[in-house]
């Protein structure tokens, strides 16, 4: 842990803290000693003041960035030593950076990001920190792509089967953090889009979910079936109002409109008028598979029409035509 927190202290800036970490691209962060005691400093005043709080949201942050993915890789993590560190560092207790982290989780799920393990998502933060965590995301656009394309060979070569369960507004299970305020951040901050974007995060939910389809026809002895599935957004191209075209097992059609989300279970997503008038029209043959939590262990649950009964449909954008 010791290689990931840096403490600089020049001989000729005594009276000022230099802190940086390890394998980031951020620049250090220069405060007054006089302000991290909360006292005044009368090179700095307010300016030197007002760095404390950015100095702790950016070192937090690029920390438990650091924290995350060796959480999402399965290595070991002490979060108790973690913690003593990050004293040693920034002048906050032990649960004042206990809060900053789960915070951050909560900022993580509602911007449709895996949260750090181990500290449970609490609300009650401001807007800054919402800010500073997506620019963190945004410097870092690939931070989880290895890990995505770990899940995807990971899942291709085992060729488990993918369980699909029932959509979260027909459990039981209360959510971690109120389901408003999470949606109130994805609206704000166009999560949705974001994954939308993401085109190989797509790809690889699309192909665990195919080769999902020809798992389950095979063992239910269909191999008559198995080769005629079809992944149509590659084979085909875009526009068929779905993704991937398989099979029940007595032989109906069965087609599969697929959303991949790093992030919880409620994380919003967008889906298209052609999307939703072929969910209309193929009634009794469509499918919305949303997979979930994909970076650390992909979940699932299935939506079928009308859309409607499960999820609230919002317009974010329009055609304009001249008159």
Do not use: C
Request: proline residues 6%; aromatic residues 8%.
């Amino acid at each position: 842990m010791n290689n990931l927190y840096k403490r600089i202290m020049p001989s000729n800036l005594q009276r000022k803290i230099v802190m940086s970490v390890a394998d980031s691209d951020d620049k250090p962060i220069i405060i007054s000693s006089a302000s991290a005691r909360g006292g005044s400093d009368p090179e700095h005043g307010k300016a030197g003041q007002t760095l404390l709080p950015m100095l702790i949201v950016g070192l937090v942050l690029n920390v438990a960035g650091v924290t995350l993915v060796w959480r999402l890789g399965g290595e070991d993590f002490n979060k108790a030593e973690h913690n003593r560190a990050l004293q040693d560092i920034i002048p906050r207790s032990r649960g004042s950076i206990e809060f900053k982290h789960q915070n951050i989780s909560a900022v993580l799920l509602g911007l449709g990001q895996p949260w750090i393990e181990g500290y449970k998502p609490a609300a009650n933060f401001q807007n800054a920190l919402v800010d500073g965590v997506l620019r963190w995301l945004d410097a870092r656009p690939d931070w989880l792509a290895t890990k995505e394309r770990a899940i995807q060979t990971s899942r291709l070569r085992e060729a488990p089967t993918l369980w699909i369960g029932p959509p979260p507004t027909q459990r039981n299970e209360p959510p971690p953090v109120d389901p408003e305020f999470m949606a109130a951040i994805g609206r704000k901050y166009d999560v949705a889009e974001r994954d939308a974007r993401n085109r190989a995060l797509g790809k690889a939910g699309e192909e665990i979910v195919l080769q999902h389809e020809q798992s389950s026809l095979r063992q239910a002895g269909r191999e008559d079936l198995v080769d005629k599935v079809r992944w149509t957004a590659v084979q085909d191209g875009d526009g068929f109002g779905y993704d991937i075209a398989s099979f029940e097992v007595d032989g109906r059609e069965r087609l599969i409109e697929v959303k991949t989300t790093n992030g919880w279970e409620r994380t919003p997503f967008q889906i298209t008028r052609n999307e939703l008038a072929v969910a209309d029209a193929r009634r009794d043959d469509w499918h919305l598979v949303r997979l979930w939590n994909f970076a650390r262990e992909p979940k699932a649950f299935a939506i079928r029409p009308p859309l409607e009964a499960h999820v609230e449909l919002t317009a974010t954008s329009f055609l304009a035509g001249l008159r």
